[in-house]
Nanobody, 128 residues
Framework: QVQLVESGGGVVQAGGSMRLSCAASGRPITRNTMGWFRQAPGKEREFVAAVSRGGLRTYHADSVKGRFTISGHNALNTVYLQMNILKPEDTAVYYC?????????????????????WGKGTQVTVSS
């Protein structure tokens, strides 16, 4: 099973940028669909973005499309989430996740149930 550790969270002003990292160990990220989710206080967990195994395809939720970009660095076995033009409503705990063996990215949002391994999360706070 893959182990995931997120980093890069913190406090940023609205309009600013931040990059989250997800360091994976125990399994190459190229063998799994990898994703980012977020959960704000009092709200359900929300899909943010995913990258296919091998990194050929990505998908971003409508709420972040054009502002956030998911990518992977295979040699470092790390997945990134570049977040630009941040808004207060982006404030949440962000989680990295590795897909189940049969999870494929097919041009649509994925569910949390498509992922089997999760990091502990990193807090992102956007101040207005």
């Amino acid at each position: 099973q893959v182990q995931l550790v997120e980093s890069g969270g913190g406090v940023v002003q609205a309009g600013g940028s931040m990059r989250l990292s997800c360091a994976a160990s125990g399994r190459p990220i190229t063998r799994n669909t990898m994703g980012w989710f977020r959960q704000a206080p009092g709200k359900e967990r929300e899909f943010v973005a995913a990258v296919s195994r091998g990194g050929l395809r990505t998908y971003h939720a409508d709420s972040v499309k054009g502002r956030f970009t998911i990518s992977g660095h295979n040699a470092l076995n790390t997945v990134y989430l570049q977040m630009n033009i941040l808004k207060p409503e982006d404030t949440a705990v962000y989680y990295c996740a590795a897909g189940l063996p049969d999870t494929e990215l097919a041009g649509a949002p994925l569910s949390g149930t498509d992922f089997g391994s999760w990091g502990k999360g990193t807090q992102v706070t956007v101040s207005s």
